[in-house]
């Protein structure tokens, strides 16, 4: 397993200086989203080979991965208009992380809504078909590029248990539509108490397909679930890190919700099971 970060999770200082410090910190690999990074461009037409070049080149100078690059928008917003700028900023990180060379295109799965706002639509088919759809036009876009397009199943979004993802894998056919893997992401206040069984029946049906995986924890707070950094919180990880050493060797992973402040403690937690399974 390679051990990352997300990099808008690390400290605010400049983009080249903060490159060497994740590499400094012993991660192997980021998470990068440009739009939450503060000194670097990150609207669609800027996005050019020599922008692309150049976040390249500081990476491989520091020994760090690009595992993902994140674009977080919602495909099935039900506005046309929307959708269609929606789409265009899809292509344009695909094309600019074929020159990065990031390892994938990150999303998850949009709600059926502008606000892209969990409701109890997300779970109706109509929604899926729409989400489906709009995730069809991108993946033909990542074809073309040579890039891997990975959705994240989360509780709240349309695809938000692992049989609804088996399902958009099956629908869309294609073999640039991979699975990242965030297992709090898949529990609600309704289901954590399953964690266990959740987990395990989501690495059996997608196990084949999932490419990266993201680590974080999980306390409950006035009835609701939060995430936080991994060991501050109620995960168990032995299982899915058992499976990962087994299955998936040298699979990039990167730490959420973490702050500078922790995130050396939250490294330390999940190499210290992974190290001793």
Same mark, same amino acid.
């Given at each position: 397993?390679?051990?990352?970060?997300?990099?808008?999770?690390?400290? %605010?200082?400049?983009?080249?200086?903060?490159?060497?410090?994740?590499?400094?910190l012993g991660f192997k690999c980021a998470h990068i989203a440009l739009s939450k990074i503060e000194d670097v461009p990150s609207a669609p037409g800027m996005l050019t080979p020599g922008y692309g070049k150049y976040i390249r080149k500081v990476f491989e100078k520091n020994d760090v991965d690009i595992a993902v690059l994140g674009c977080y928008l919602n495909l099935a917003d039900p506005?046309?208009?929307?959708? %269609?700028?929606?789409?265009?900023? !899809?292509?344009?990180?695909?094309?600019?992380?074929? !020159?990065?060379?990031?390892?994938?295109?990150?999303?998850e799965t949009g709600a059926p809504n502008p606000e892209y706002k969990s409701v109890p639509e997300c779970r109706s088919e109509e929604a899926l078909?729409?989400?489906?759809r709009g995730l069809k036009d991108v993946v033909l876009c990542a074809e073309?590029?040579?890039?891997?397009?990975?959705?994240?199943?989360?509780?709240?979004?349309?695809?938000?248990?692992?049989?609804?993802?088996?399902?958009?894998?099956?629908?869309?056919?294609?073999?640039?539509?991979?699975?990242?893997?965030?297992?709090?992401?898949?529990?609600?206040?309704?289901n954590y108490g399953e964690r266990e069984?959740?987990?395990?029946?989501?690495?059996?049906?997608?196990?084949?397909?999932?490419?990266?995986?993201h680590l974080k924890d999980f306390v409950l707070e006035d009835g609701k679930l939060k995430s936080v950094g991994c060991g501050l919180g109620e995960m168990n990880y032995e299982n899915i890190l058992r499976y990962i050493k087994e299955k998936k060797p040298y699979i990039h992973a990167t730490l959420e919700n973490t702050v500078p402040e922790n995130c050396e403690r939250c490294r330390d937690t999940i190499l210290d099971i992974y190290n001793r399974l």
């Open positions: 397993m390679q051990l990352g970060i997300r990099f808008h999770d690390t400290e %605010k200082i400049h983009f080249e200086d903060r490159v060497k410090k994740v590499h400094d506005d046309e208009e929307r959708l %269609k700028a929606v789409k265009a900023k !899809y292509e344009a990180s695909i094309r600019f992380a074929s !020159y990065i060379g990031a390892g994938m295109v990150g999303t078909e729409s989400f489906v073309k590029f040579g890039v891997i397009v990975a959705i994240e199943p989360v509780a709240k979004h349309i695809v938000w248990n692992a049989d609804r993802a088996r399902q958009v894998l099956d629908t869309i056919g294609s073999p640039n539509l991979k699975i990242i893997f965030d297992p709090v992401n898949l529990l609600d206040e309704t069984e959740i987990f395990a029946h989501t690495m059996e049906i997608l196990g084949p397909d999932i490419v990266m995986l």
